[in-house]
């Protein structure tokens, strides 16, 4: 299977992850306001690209420091926000964030690998089509994610044995965003 033999325009949705697709991922830690955010280099112009061909392009992101007391719902909404004026103010965007504040021991279906955030954006949104949806991560619950929607994935990463070991999950990859977003603009 090649991207390009997909025919994606505009009534096909894109699900992000944020944390090491959008952004810099800090190791152990949460991105608790925007001074921790840091783009990741070619993320402006790939969804200045992708914003071109994806009707829809949806943010799904995990947040358990809200769960764990680090951080507040209105702290993710001032990243949240500044995060897309920036993404807006390059010709990029981004339609609507779900995020899942529930710890990971918590087992919660809107948390990923469950699919809660994929069905009210479904809800939200009822002409998604998940078979003409892409989802976008940089972690195997990303992948997981994905297929449990019934998506097409895409696995930013050059971690080879994560790739070895959960194939299976994975139907295209990516060192970055911008790579993802330059292959399938051509």
């Known amino acids: 299977m090649n991207l390009n033999d997909l025919n994606i325009n505009n009534s096909w949705t894109l699900f992000l992850d ?33 914003s071109l061909i ?8 995990n947040q358990q420091g809200i769960g764990k ?31 899942s504040p529930y710890l990971e021991k918590d087992k919660n279906a809107f948390r990923k ?4 955030m994929a069905l009210q954006a479904k809800n939200d949104s009822p002409s998604i089509d998940f078979t003409k949806s892409i989802m976008v991560g940089d972690s195997i619950t990303d992948m997981q994610f994905g297929k449990n929607a019934e998506m097409l994935t895409v696995f930013i990463s050059g971690d080879s044995d994560q790739i070895i070991q959960n194939q299976k999950l994975i139907d295209f990859r990516f060192k970055d965003l911008y790579s993802f977003a330059e292959t399938i603009n051509n």
């Open 69 to 99: 007391g680090l951080m507040t719902e209105n702290d993710l909404n001032k990243v949240h926000a500044k995060m897309i004026e920036k993404i807006t103010k390059n010709s990029g965007r981004i339609d609507k964030i779900y995020f």
């Open 18 to 50: 944020r944390d090491g697709v959008i952004n810099n991922r800090i190791i152990d830690d949460y991105i608790k306001d925007w001074e921790d955010f840091k783009f990741i280099d070619g993320v402006l112009e790939a969804m200045q690209k992708l």
């Open 54 to 61: 994806f009707g829809r392009i949806l943010i799904v992101t």
């Open 113 to 116: 690998p469950g699919i809660g």
